[in-house]
């Protein structure tokens, strides 16, 4: 008997069809991996099965049992744990305060809560997974990855018989990778029954034992992953093969439009000096807290400087903020779009036209109109799914909110972009419209600097790449010369070299 099953699942939203009488079976001790573009419906059905959303048809067995979840808290005490891809903490509590909300422990026959007791059981979730953090830490203060982690250390400490996992890796460094992928082959030995949603499908075939691709809100196929290739699964997730992952195109490069000067930031960045050309994609890689992040957000006017200089077009820019930035024809595509790039509060229109609503405004009035046909461009030219420009940001997919937060930058007629991991969280067929996109860029003249973790994206998409150790410019290779073993030499600090 199958731990979970989902049969007949249909949801629609206003001028969307999300679901369409969507089957999954998931076994206990498995990892079922669950693939599908941008839109497919993964995430979606996983809301209706964790209480988030309510099905329109269908029915859910769990245990063998029927059930009608209509709230997460419902799921979770059913023994369904759900880490989902936008992160779901609270910045201002504790490490300990998150992983026990709701689930607080109490002093034996008081009302009072033992912290003792729940911050040492926190320390030991977070040794678990290889991470020496003190639980008293507010969520605020932690990176990215490490809040993935936090997500991965609260669903494991409900012990739950079902672990939906959206896009877990997607901060997380290789080594991080390496003790998720430990922590899930220990629960799989336990019966725990994981459904694991990726877009990177060297993980599907990694840790997987079946695959279910979802297309359109349909089922495409439930197979093996030993019975598949790499080919085989993205034909069945695009209806289309994909000749070149990395469609690289080189264009003309032209004069210099971006030099950094020995930047320091105090403890965090030293010394770092690097060039810009018109039409040139420079990568910039190194290891998670590196610095890569810093680097950038610096140039953006996001995080103040204590020395160095920067020139745009070869004079001297003052960029003391990201307005600062914009003015000089800036743009940056942050790493967390949730809480950096998008007001997900407001429309698409709205969040595409923030940067450059100083131009449609006039005696305090905004042209809707106006506002209305930029952001339909970019919606029909970035092949957008929304079904209006007035759709909030907060109901659209992760990878749809990228393309709205790269289509806010595009409204500004960029020199220079900033991509800050532009492909987290997006499906493959996507990923090649991204770049798609770059090379037009690039051929436009936008210079375009793009820090990724992915070595594959960095050596199939950059003119030259820098790598960035401990805060240093550590090397610089030409796309002729890059190489993943050169790049993690320079990163690790292995070649001792040092071009900063």
């Given at each position: 008997?199958?731990?979970l099953?989902?049969?007949g699942?249909?949801?629609?939203?206003?001028?969307?069809?999300?679901?369409?009488?969507?089957?999954?079976?998931v076994?206990?001790?498995?990892?079922?991996?669950?693939?599908?573009?941008?839109?497919?419906?993964?995430?979606?059905?996983?809301?209706?099965?964790?209480?988030?959303?309510?099905k329109?048809?269908?029915?859910?067995?769990?245990?063998?049992?029927?059930?009608?979840?209509?709230?997460?808290?419902?799921?979770?005490?059913?023994?369904?744990?759900?880490i989902?891809?936008?992160?779901?903490?609270?910045?201002?509590?504790?490490?300990?305060?998150?992983?026990?909300?709701?689930?607080?422990?109490?002093?034996?026959?008081?009302?009072?809560?033992?912290?003792?007791?729940?911050?040492?059981?926190?320390?030991?979730?977070?040794?678990?997974?290889?991470?020496?953090?003190?639980?008293?830490?507010?969520?605020?203060?932690?990176?990215?990855?490490?809040?993935?982690?936090?997500e991965?250390?609260?669903a494991?400490?409900?012990r739950?018989?079902?672990?939906?996992?959206?896009?877990?890796?997607?901060?997380?460094s290789?080594?991080?990778?390496?003790?998720?992928?430990?922590?899930?082959?220990?629960l799989?030995?336990?019966?725990?029954?994981?459904?694991?949603?990726?877009?990177?499908?060297?993980?599907?075939?990694?840790i997987?034992?079946?695959?279910?691709?979802?297309?359109d809100?349909r089922?495409?196929?439930?197979?093996?992953?030993?019975?598949?290739?790499?080919?085989?699964?993205?034909?069945?997730?695009?209806?289309?093969t994909?000749?070149?992952?990395?469609?690289?195109?080189?264009?003309?490069?032209?004069?210099?439009?971006?030099?950094?000067?020995?930047?320091?930031?105090?403890?965090?960045?030293?010394?770092?000096?690097?060039?810009?050309?018109?039409?040139?994609?420079?990568g910039i890689?190194?290891?998670?807290?590196?610095?890569?992040?810093?680097?950038?957000?610096?140039?953006?006017?996001?995080?103040?400087?204590?020395?160095?200089?920067?020139?745009?077009?070869?004079?001297?820019?003052?960029?003391?903020?990201?307005?600062?930035?914009?003015?000089?024809?800036?743009?940056?595509?942050?790493?967390d779009?949730?809480?950096?790039?998008?007001?997900?509060?407001?429309?698409?229109?709205?969040?595409?036209?923030?940067?450059?609503?100083?131009?449609?405004?006039?005696?305090?009035?905004?042209?809707?109109?106006?506002?209305?046909?930029?952001?339909?461009?970019?919606?029909?030219?970035?092949?957008?799914?929304?079904?209006?420009d007035?759709?909030?940001?907060?109901?659209?997919?992760?990878?749809?909110?990228?393309?709205?937060?790269?289509?806010?930058?595009?409204?500004?007629?960029?020199?220079?972009?900033?991509?800050?991991?532009?492909?987290?969280?997006?499906?493959?067929?996507?990923?090649?419209e991204?770049?798609?996109?770059?090379?037009?860029?690039?051929?436009?003249?936008?210079?375009?600097?793009?820090?990724?973790?992915?070595?594959p994206?960095?050596?199939?998409?950059?003119?030259?790449?820098?790598?960035?150790?401990?805060?240093?410019?550590?090397?610089?290779?030409?796309?002729?010369?890059?190489?993943?073993?050169?790049?993690?030499e320079?990163?690790?600090?292995?070649?001792?070299?040092?071009?900063?």
């Amino acid at each position: 008997m199958p731990v979970l099953a989902m049969q007949g699942i249909t949801k629609s939203f206003p001028g969307v069809r999300a679901l369409q009488a969507v089957n999954l079976e998931v076994r206990r001790g498995e990892v079922h991996c669950l693939v599908g573009e941008n839109g497919a419906g993964k995430s979606t059905l996983m809301k209706i099965l964790s209480g988030a959303y309510t099905k329109d048809e269908g029915k859910i067995l769990f245990q063998g049992r029927a059930c009608e979840f209509t709230s997460p808290r419902q799921a979770q005490d059913a023994g369904i744990a759900i880490i989902y891809q936008e992160l779901n903490l609270i910045p201002l509590l504790s490490i300990t305060e998150n992983i026990y909300l709701g689930d607080e422990i109490t002093r034996a026959g008081t009302p009072f809560l033992d912290w003792k007791t729940m911050h040492q059981r926190a320390r030991e979730g977070l040794a678990r997974l290889h991470l020496d953090i003190d639980p008293h830490t507010p969520i605020i203060r932690l990176g990215i990855a490490a809040q993935q982690m936090v997500e991965v250390a609260k669903a494991l400490h409900h012990r739950s018989d079902l672990i939906i996992m959206d896009e877990p890796t997607s901060a997380l460094s290789l080594n991080e990778i390496a003790d998720l992928f430990t922590i899930i082959h220990d629960l799989k030995a336990q019966g725990v029954a994981i459904v694991y949603i990726s877009h990177h499908l060297n993980e599907v075939f990694e840790i997987g034992d079946r695959v279910t691709v979802l297309r359109d809100g349909r089922n495409v196929d439930t197979v093996d992953v030993k019975a598949v290739d790499d080919d085989a699964l993205i034909r069945m997730m695009v209806g289309r093969t994909l000749e070149d992952q990395f469609p690289k195109q080189t264009a003309e490069r032209g004069d210099e439009v971006l030099r950094v000067e020995h930047l320091t930031r105090k403890g965090i960045l030293h010394d770092i000096s690097f060039t810009l050309h018109r039409g040139e994609i420079v990568g910039i890689a190194g290891l998670v807290g590196a610095g890569r992040t810093e680097l950038v957000r610096a140039l953006f006017g996001a995080d103040p400087i204590d020395a160095g200089r920067i020139f745009i077009d070869a004079q001297p820019a003052t960029i003391q903020s990201p307005a600062d930035a914009i003015r000089y024809g800036m743009g940056l595509l942050t790493e967390d779009r949730k809480q950096q790039g998008l007001v997900l509060g407001m429309s698409v229109r709205e969040n595409m036209t923030l940067p450059i609503l100083n131009r449609l405004t006039a005696l305090l009035f905004t042209n809707r109109g106006k506002e209305s046909e930029i952001a339909r461009h970019y919606i029909d030219s970035m092949a957008i799914k929304t079904p209006s420009d007035e759709q909030k940001a907060i109901n659209l997919s992760g990878g749809t909110q990228q393309k709205v937060v790269l289509g806010k930058w595009m409204a500004i007629t960029p020199r220079i972009l900033i991509f800050d991991e532009p492909t987290r969280g997006i499906d493959v067929g996507a990923k090649v419209e991204i770049y798609n996109l770059m090379n037009e860029l690039t051929r436009q003249g936008v210079g375009i600097l793009m820090v990724s973790s992915e070595l594959p994206e960095i050596l199939g998409m950059s003119d030259r790449v820098i790598v960035i150790a401990q805060g240093r410019l550590a090397g610089e290779l030409s796309r002729s010369d890059a190489t993943q073993e050169k790049i993690l030499e320079y990163a690790t600090g292995i070649s001792g070299a040092n071009s900063g």
